[in-house]
């Protein structure tokens, strides 16, 4: 009997071996990087089946002051494609590609964006903005679809499909951002990461802590904040994923401004938080700021 099973499991694997490689050949998927847990999402909705898509930056992780790791050198070795952010992300990025070595080329997937500056620097925030975001997602379409040309209907496919859930997803924001009062439209947030988002939907985000995530405010920069949002009437406050909440509960308990919840900027959550796809970060954010400036 156990004669029998094993001559069976050996003509079963001769027989279906061939088959097994063509089918490996034919459906090979892309090896490639994003640089974060944001920009890989993109990816992946485009790439689909076809691509295996590892993020450097993870799930709650801080994209600005990374430390990369030598897996990750391990993932960019083997990727074909590195897609990166660009306007001054991921300063960590150079060295580790240098000491990575491989053959990725690079496509920085906010190539035709024009920058918000912040001082001389780009804000690196773009994909707040979802118009943005579809920029993001017509480069990642091309640099799959020459990377990889048998696939590239099937990469044009899955973008048209997605490009359309995020012009969707554009036109709720507005319409959200419509319910709230004109004079009740900002709020503070810890982390300036928000311009985009701003100067696409008309909400003023008012940030005590600059752009970089290294930086601690002083108690002068905490006074002036206070008197800012008692003088502006800035009706809520925002805790985001990245930075000391200690703060803006301060501030709050100083001005009674609404603490309005998290806002997600610049990672998404692990599968089981609130914001796991980029999409879902969206939505939530722009539930939690008409549901704290909405009344
Ligand atoms: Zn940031």
New binding site residues.
């Given amino acids: 009997m156990r004669r029998w099973f094993w001559l069976a499991l050996l003509a079963l694997v001769t027989l279906l071996g061939p088959a097994r490689a063509q089918d490996r050949s034919a459906q090979e998927r892309l090896n490639v990087v994003a640089s974060f847990s944001i920009l890989a999402d993109l990816v992946r909705n485009v790439g689909g089946d076809k691509v295996n898509v590892a993020a450097l930056v993870g799930p709650e992780g801080d994209?600005?002051v990374y430390r990369p790791t030598p897996a990750d050198a391990r993932k960019v070795a083997e990727a074909k494609l590195l897609f990166i952010n660009g306007f001054a992300l991921e300063g960590w990025l150079p060295r580790l590609v240098q000491s990575a070595g491989g053959k990725a080329t690079i496509i920085t997937a906010t190539d035709g964006i024009t920058p918000i500056k912040l001082g001389s620097a780009p804000d690196?925030?773009a994909w707040q903005s979802v118009a943005n975001a579809k920029i993001y997602v017509a480069n990642i379409r091309d640099a799959l679809a020459a990377a990889n040309p048998a696939n590239a209907a099937a990469f044009r496919a899955n973008a048209e499909g997605y490009l359309a859930e995020l012009e969707a997803l554009d036109s709720d924001v507005r319409q959200a951002v419509a319910t709230i009062p004109e004079g009740r439209r900002k709020v503070i947030s810890t982390?300036r990461?928000f311009g985009y988002f701003a100067a696409a939907y008309g909400i003023e985000f008012i940030a005590p802590v600059g752009?970089s995530?290294e930086s601690e405010p002083s108690a002068r920069d905490i006074a002036g904040i206070i008197t800012q949002i008692k003088k502006a009437k800035i009706p809520a406050i925002f805790l985001e994923n990245?930075s000391d909440p200690r703060l803006i509960q301060r501030i709050a308990e100083e001005t009674g401004a609404r603490i309005g919840g998290t806002l997600y900027?610049?990672s998404l959550t692990a599968e089981k938080g609130e914001a796991p796809t980029y999409i879902a970060m969206v939505r939530h954010n722009i539930k939690a700021l008409t549901s704290a400036l909405g009344h």
């Fill in positions: 994209a600005h690196s925030h982390h990461a752009v995530t990245v900027s610049d």
